[in-house]
Structures are given as structure tokens and as C-alpha cells.
């Protein structure tokens, strides 16, 4: 975004501010590189524009957590920009002092729970695993290096202390740089033979192998975020612990560049498994993120802005125009997919009809009276349901397409927004050309049915058309 707002990628601005076509959130991630950077008086109008950049960019829409799940709402990032809070704070509450005097009954009664339960929690011992690691002479240097701050302390509140500190110390200085090193060489692990490895993963299985390790330990779950985010951001970091596309840690003059930097860029390629496409301009971002999300099957893409503009000139910039035609031409090219089967045939096109649908089914089922298509679209694997805009969207462009509905209903409006989100949305019908086109949200998708009265003209010619592939009319 920066280099967007710098004047860079002018090209690549001009297409996807096009609100029509293209949703771009911005997620909490956004906001946490912006804290980053110098909170200064004389920055402050460097962060207010910035702010206002990514507001007018993404038209307010935005990812975010709330109580465990990631959601996505419409919200100006000034309204969620929190200066970077120090974990420090929550230390805090935990190092809370005596109680005071001037407090009322009901204050009084409730922080006598509250100081309970924090010397219950202080007092709680942790695996002894911790102190052992301290007393063992081969790994007490390791210990002392990364966790000083438990030595002695072996209590719920130690641990945190020391976690929060190292994370601190990683997060100003190169300490995540010394981590990575030696989790590397205890793994046995070459940086420059991961470093450009075609196949990370299979490197690091077979280190842990060697090690008599037969699997990768996984990354505790967090209450603050979607399962899904914390296994994709998980995953990132520890191919950067590996050492592929590891990046580079710095604190000379200049940019500065910590841990922090490692662990933004995999909460964005985490959030952005909501999105068709991750646009990033570093490399080792792009090549880690493909990496993770090759691993775990998730349908995003991650490219260079250049490399979203040769996809767009080849693809995504389709216009549905004449419909039925269009989808005709396209049906004679196609080959269905390996998921078709006797009762339907599917086809996954790389354009967009009205820059939605990219997948058309053609069901043949003996149980329905007539054949008939469906047009779906192939979700991104973490989408979150955002209705709302899609339907305002494409609602407008099929009323271009195909002129008014029968019920002569005009644009989207906010009660329809209401019963989408109620799952009771009736949706919109048009007839066209003999054919009934119906609009529905179902399941968590956006379906377009098309089908004839009486089972005739342009349908059975699109069916026809690719009859071929399949027997449906037995």
C-alpha cells in the first residue's frame, strides 16, 4: 500500500479501485505496520495519511478478531488504529498493587476476586520440564539466552514474563535472529539449501527424521483468533525459522527490520486466505505464503502487482456482455472437471461472469423435470460471508445484463441485506431470452439457476453444446 500511495504501480492502482469489480479489505495487520513505525508528534500526519489511504483504498471494509473468529465488517481503520501497545501492560494487571482505600463497596468486592484469582494464578506452578532445561548444563546457556526471566521464577506468571520479554527482545533487536540459528542448527538444517528450495517441506521432514522427530510440532491454538488464521500464521513463521525466504534482521540506521516484520507479513498471508488474491511486493513474503498455502490446500493466490496486471489483461478483465452467448462459446471450449459425475457435469473457467461466477454446473438429474444450469463461484477457502456487498454488486450488473426482474424490483435495498443474513432472502428473477435466470444465497454461496419453461431453446442449445461429455438425455 505504501508503495501505492508513494505513486508507485499507477497502473495497477487504476484497476483495482474499480469498487465495482474487485473487494479489497484491509485487515488489523494493516493497522499493525502503521504502529510500527515512528509515533513521534512530527509522524503523526504521515499516520493520518496513511489512515486515509487505506480507508478511501479499501472503502472501509476490513478483517478483523473479535471473541475467537475472524470477521469481516465495514469499519475506517481510524475507528480500529490502536498506537502499539506494549505487552508489558498485561504484566500489569498481573503485577497488581495492594487495594486502595478511596475504592467503593462494589470496586472493593470486585477486585478482592480479581487480586484472588491473579494470586492463585501467580502461585501455579508450570511443568517442571522448564527447570530441568535451566539445571541442565547443555541447555542452560540455551535457557538463559532466551528465557532469563523464568530462571527462579517457575510459575504461570514467570513463564508469561519470560515469553512476553523474549518476544519484546525479538520484536527490537536481533534475538529472533539468534533464535533462528540455533533452532537451524540443532535441526541440522542448511540455510542455503532451504533458502531456494523447490520443496521446503520435504527438507524439514527429513531433518526431523534424522532426529528421530516423526513430526513437526504444531503451534498452540489462540482464543483470539479463527483456527484456520493461527495454523496458517504458524506455519509461515516456522518456514521462516527454517530458513526459506528467511528474512533479513536488521536494526541499523535505516528500515528496521525484527521479528515484528516476519510476524505482520504472516498474520496478512493468514487473513488473506479470505481473498482470491494476496498482492505483495516481497518476494519472501510471496514465496513463503504459496508455500503454506500449497501445504494446506487453501485457494489464494499470491502474486507481485505485476503479476496481477498480466493475469488481469488475460483474464480478469472479461466483460460479460451478450450473456447467453458468451457462456455458450465458453461451454463448447471447456472440458468438465475430474468432479463431475452422471448427474452433473462442472467447469472451472479462469474469467468471471459478471466478475462473480467462475464455476457452471449442468445438472441432469432424472429427478429434476428439465435439465438446467448453475452458475456458483469457486470461494476462497477462508471466505467469510460478505453477502451484503456481493449482492448489492451483482444485483446492478445482471439488471444491466438482463433488464428488469419480474417484479419489476429496483436496486438492492437493506431489507434484502436483512434477510440474507436471516437466511430467508427470496432473491431475484428475470426472464430472458425464454430462459428464467433466479438469484439465490444458499449454503454460502451466491447461485444463479438457469432454466427454461418448458424445457427449450437457448438452455437445450447450451446443453447440446457440450453433450458430448456426458449422456443426459437417457
Known amino acids: 500500500m505504501s508503495q501505492m500511495k508513494n505513486g508507485q504501480h499507477s497502473e495497477f492502482y487504476s484497476i483495482i479501485s474499480d469498487n465495482e469489480k474487485f473487494l479489497k479489505p484491509y485487515s488489523t495487520s494493516h493497522l499493525g505496520d502503521i504502529s510500527a513505525s515512528s509515533q513521534e508528534l512530527s509522524n503523526m500526519e504521515n499516520i493520518d495519511s496513511d489512515l486515509d489511504f487505506i480507508s478511501n483504498l479499501s472503502q472501509n471494509y476490513c478483517l478483523f478478531h473479535i471473541e475467537g473468529r475472524t470477521e469481516f465488517r465495514n469499519n475506517p481503520p481510524r475507528d480500529l488504529y490502536i498506537q502499539d501497545s ?14 486502595s482505600d478511596n475504592l467503593d463497596e462494589e470496586s472493593r468486592n470486585l477486585q478482592e476476586l480479581l487480586n484472588e484469582q491473579i494470586t492463585l494464578f501467580k502461585n501455579t506452578p508450570i511443568d517442571k520440564v522448564f527447570q530441568k532445561s535451566f539445571e541442565n548444563p547443555e541447555t542452560a546457556h540455551l535457557m538463559r539466552s532466551f528465557l532469563p526471566e523464568l530462571e527462579d521464577n517457575y510459575t504461570q506468571v514467570g513463564l508469561l514474563t519470560a515469553i512476553f520479554g523474549m518476544i519484546e527482545r525479538m520484536n527490537k533487536n536481533t534475538a529472533y535472529k539468534d533464535l533462528r540459528e540455533n533452532l537451524q542448527g540443532g535441526a541440522d538444517i542448511k540455510r542455503d539449501q532451504i533458502f531456494h528450495s523447490a520443496s521446503p517441506y520435504e527438507l524439514i521432514d527429513k531433518a526431523y527424521k534424522k532426529k528421530g522427530i516423526l513430526a513437526e510440532p504444531k503451534g498452540p491454538a489462540h482464543e483470539f483468533a479463527s483456527p484456520w488464521f493461527t495454523e496458517i500464521s504458524n506455519e509461515y513463521i516456522a518456514l521462516d525459522m527454517h530458513g526459506y525466504q528467511e528474512d533479513k534482521i536488521s536494526i541499523n540506521r535505516g528500515r528496521k527490520q525484527t521479528f515484528r516484520n516476519t510476524m505482520e507479513d504472516a498474520f496478512h498471508t493468514a487473513f488473506a486466505s479470505s481473498c482470491d488474491f494476496y498482492i505483495t511486493q516481497d518476494q519472501r513474503n510471496c514465496k513463503k505464503a504459496n508455500a503454506v498455502y500449497e501445504k494446506l490446500d487453501i485457494n489464494t493466490i499470491a502474486m507481485s502487482a505485476d503479476d496481477f496486471l498480466i493475469l488481469y489483461k488475460k483474464c480478469l478483465q472479461f466483460k460479460t456482455v ?16 475430474n468432479t463431475s459425475d ?92 425464454d430462459v428464467n435466470i433466479k438469484l439465490r444465497a444458499m449454503e454460502g454461496h451466491l447461485q444463479l439457476y438457469l432454466y427454461p419453461p418448458n424445457n427449450k431453446n437457448r438452455i437445450q442449445e447450451l446443453l447440446h453444446a457440450v453433450k458430448s461429455f456426458f449422456n443426459f438425455g437417457k
Request: aromatic share 10%.
Open 342 to 433: 452422471l448427474k452433473s457435469s462442472r467447469y472451472d473457467c479462469a474469467f468471471f461472469f459478471c466478475d462473480y461466477f467462475n464455476v457452471i454446473r449442468i445438472i441432469t438429474d432424472k429427478s429434476t423435470k428439465s435439465p438446467f444450469l448453475l452458475m456458483t463461484r469457486h470461494l476462497p477457502t477462508n471466505s467469510l460471508p460478505i453477502f451484503g456487498k456481493e449482492a448489492h454488486v451483482l444485483v446492478s450488473k445482471l439488471q444491466l445484463l438482463l433488464g428488469n426482474d419480474v417484479d419489476n424490483l429496483e436496486k438492492f435495498s437493506d431489507p434484502e441485506l436483512e434477510q440474507i443474513g436471516k437466511d430467508c432472502w427470496p432473491g431475484r428473477h428475470w426472464e430472458y431470452a
Open 86 to 99: 506494549n505487552l508489558s501492560q498485561l504484566l500489569d494487571v498481573l503485577r497488581i498493587e495492594p487495594l
Open 322 to 337: 451478450d450473456f447467453l452467448n458468451q457462456l455458450l462459446h465458453l461451454l463448447k471450449n471447456l472440458a468438465p472437471s
